[in-house]
């Protein structure tokens, strides 16, 4: 919950955290970290990762760590490309794609926690698939998983246009109104976005939107009592057409280093938290 912002470019690996500053202190001496220093734009969404004077300045570590050092031994993960059958049944949003990924990596990895960790990018196309990072172990075991079509190495890492190739998974007969690819036929103007970072801003996040049309109203849910972001927003349009297109193009994209979900705003939709469920009164 204290990362809002992630770096993983070939150059600078690292990312921004709100911490106290004896936290600062001791993350500075930890192995593998290179510098810490206070993130003096915090409103900007291109951070500068680079080694600075005003950081604490430490050895460097004799190789990079992986995406999920806990996960794999340092150095040993590669990122992956993984199609996969087209699953039964029809999903509707985003989340419910993801979690179809997610339940077919955690045949690997043995718990969700870890396969979510692993996967870095999805597809909501008519290619089924996700990107994670994983060991040749992982990835060997993983291409002979029940649905996984193919496992290959993901060989431009840092673009997010990612070629999950292959012919369309689907059977060449009418695709149903309801699959992922069809839900931007919506008659509304209004949209819900999850999964916002804490520290993301309505002036962000405004700006990640508005290039799909005119905005009426860009609006963070804040918590009454500690005045911080609950994590999900209401975004509305001047058009359906612009929502529509903000649907489709800005699921699963990643804004202050966390995934969002987009949805058709409901008049009454349900509460969300990205913490843990609070104890039973």
């Not at 609950?230 to 990643?254: C, H, P, Q, V």
């Amino acid at each position: 919950m204290c990362i809002y912002d992630a770096c993983c470019t070939r150059n600078n690996y690292g990312f921004c955290c709100d911490i106290d500053q004896d936290a600062a202190d001791e993350l500075a001496r930890l192995p593998g970290v290179l510098s810490v220093r206070p993130d003096l734009d915090l409103g900007s969404v291109q951070k500068d990762y680079g080694l600075s004077d005003c950081g604490v300045e430490l050895n460097p570590p004799s190789s990079l760590y992986s995406r999920s050092p806990l996960l794999f031994t340092p150095g040993a993960s590669k990122r992956w490309i993984v199609r996969v059958e087209k699953p039964l049944g029809v999903l509707i949003t985003k989340k419910q794609v993801v979690d179809y990924y997610v339940r077919v990596l955690t045949k690997v990895m043995g718990n969700e926690n870890d396969a979510q960790m692993c996967i870095y990018h999805v597809s909501l196309q008519s290619n089924y698939g996700f990107c994670c990072e994983l060991d040749d172990a992982c990835a060997q075991e993983l291409a002979g998983v029940p649905s996984v079509l193919s496992v290959r190495l993901d060989e431009n890492f840092e673009s997010n246009d990612k070629d999950y190739g292959g012919e369309k998974l689907e059977n060449s007969g009418p695709q149903d109104s309801s699959s992922p690819s069809q839900v931007t036929n919506i008659k509304t103007k209004k949209l819900f976005v999850t999964g916002l970072s804490f520290y993301t801003s309505e002036k962000t996040l405004r700006a990640a939107f508005e290039g799909f049309g005119e905005l009426v109203e860009v609006k963070i849910i804040m918590d009454k009592i500690s005045k911080r972001s609950k994590g999900y927003a209401f975004i509305e349009y001047t058009t359906e057409e612009a929502a529509a297109t903000a649907l489709e193009e800005m699921n699963g994209k990643i804004i202050n280093g966390w995934m969002i979900t987009v949805d058709v705003a409901k008049k009454n939709p349900p509460k969300y938290s990205r913490g843990r469920p609070r104890p039973a009164t």
